[in-house]
């Protein structure tokens, strides 16, 4: 069995979940740019794709973006090997493997989340991707599918993958059920049982485990740390990035900066992506929650979605976004 290389401790303690039409390259920049330590993962990518596909769409990212992962879908060993090879000649410093997909399109495709009930095809792939390429290759899963409610059935899974050389696991920590629920169901329904996360950590000291679900707050984050080797958020750090910031200052330390300085931090790059022909819709997207709760969020926003799709939309149409929060933040001091 080969090992995979293990990923430096630091680099896994705040991640980012890959997220479908949500973790793009604009989306990841963003999100360096709020937290330089934070570990990042695109959007799953089926190994079809990786290789026959249009790499330079799929695979293409921002220098910036290191550390980030590329997440694979699929459940053939031979062409998650070769995927996982273009993927770490593309530059990603990571592959993980999704096994925790419930949608009805991945499971007719026997991957994601099924791929928990078929440890041993799980352990093929990690084997031959392992082979493939020197960056780590990880998986994400759940607990379990359906009504699989078995510890040791769990472990078994985590130690059969383990087995064939990985080393860490992201831990959406809770059951995927299969029939009867829509993918967003999927991730609000099932009850969310941390103590998994935990108990595997304690079990398996010399696996990495980082645990994913339903992390709301730096409080929520900060306690995972606890028990184990990371928390991964998803739409926390989606709907409101400015959390990113504020866990990467508190864990890492360094300054903390304003909203406003952070997104103007991003004005060269944007500059650049325009030039290139990019719509600034399609980047500003995902800035939409950075002054969630804020005064001026609300107006924020709606500058920014109402204008962002009219022909010649630039950089001007974020500082006036910015502008209507500084007004806020100006009236509210005055009233103080
Ligand atoms: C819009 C969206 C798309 C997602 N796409 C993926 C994906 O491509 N691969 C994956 O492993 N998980 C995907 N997930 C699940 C997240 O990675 C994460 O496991 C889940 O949202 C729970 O974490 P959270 O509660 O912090 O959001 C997606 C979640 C959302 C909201």
């Known amino acids: 069995m080969t090992l995979t290389p293990a990923i430096p401790p630091l680099q896994l303690r705040l991640s980012v979940a890959p997220m479908m039409d949500w973790t793009d390259s604009h989306c990841r920049v963003f999100h360096r740019l709020l937290a330089p330590h934070a570990r990042l993962y695109t959007e799953m990518v089926h190994?079809?794709?990786?290789?026959?596909?249009?790499?330079?769409?799929?695979?293409?990212m921002d220098p910036i973006e290191h550390p980030v992962a590329l997440q694979l879908g699929g459940s053939e060993p031979e062409l998650?090997?070769?995927?996982?090879?273009?993927?770490?000649?593309?530059?990603?410093?990571?592959?993980?493997?999704?096994?925790?997909?419930?949608s009805?399109?991945?499971?007719?495709?026997?991957?994601?989340?099924?791929?928990?009930?078929?440890?041993?095809?799980?352990?093929?792939?990690?084997?031959?991707m392992?082979?493939?390429?020197?960056?780590?290759?990880?998986?994400?899963?759940?607990?379990?599918?359906?009504?699989?409610?078995?510890?040791?059935?769990?472990l078994s899974f985590i130690d059969t993958v383990a087995d064939a050389g990985c080393r860490m696991f992201v831990i959406h920590a809770r059951n995927a059920w299969l029939k009867g629920l829509s993918p967003k169901e999927n991730r609000e329904v099932p009850p969310l049982r941390y103590d998994w996360a935990y108990q595997l950590k304690r079990e398996r000291p010399q696996l990495q485990i980082v645990v994913n679900g339903g992390i709301a707050s730096q409080a929520e984050a900060t306690a995972h740390l606890e028990h184990t080797d990371g928390a991964m958020l998803g739409r926390a750090a989606y709907h409101d990035p400015y959390l990113l910031h504020q866990l990467d200052v508190a864990w890492f330390g360094g300054e903390v900066r304003s909203r406003a300085e952070l997104l103007r931090s991003m004005r060269p790059y944007i500059e650049d992506q325009l030039a290139r022909g990019v719509y600034l819709k399609h980047i500003t997207r995902h800035l939409l929650g950075l002054f969630a709760g804020e005064r001026g969020g609300r107006a924020f926003r709606q500058v920014l979605s109402e204008g962002a799709h009219k022909p010649g939309a630039d950089w001007s149409l974020i500082e006036q976004a910015l502008a209507l929060t500084e007004s806020f933040a100006a009236e509210q001091a005055g009233a103080a």
């Open 80 to 102: 998650l090997a070769q995927a996982a090879k273009i993927g770490a000649e593309w530059g990603f410093d990571e592959v993980n493997l999704n096994c925790g997909c419930p």
């Open 130 to 154: 392992v082979e493939s390429c020197d960056v780590p290759v990880t998986v994400k899963c759940r607990l379990g599918v359906d009504d699989d409610h078995d510890w040791d059935h769990f």
């Open 47 to 60: 190994a079809n794709a990786v290789i026959h596909g249009d790499r330079p769409r799929l695979l293409a």
């Open 104 to 128: 009805d399109r991945v499971q007719a495709g026997r991957f994601g989340a099924c791929l928990m009930r078929e440890p041993r095809l799980v352990a093929d792939s990690v084997a031959a």
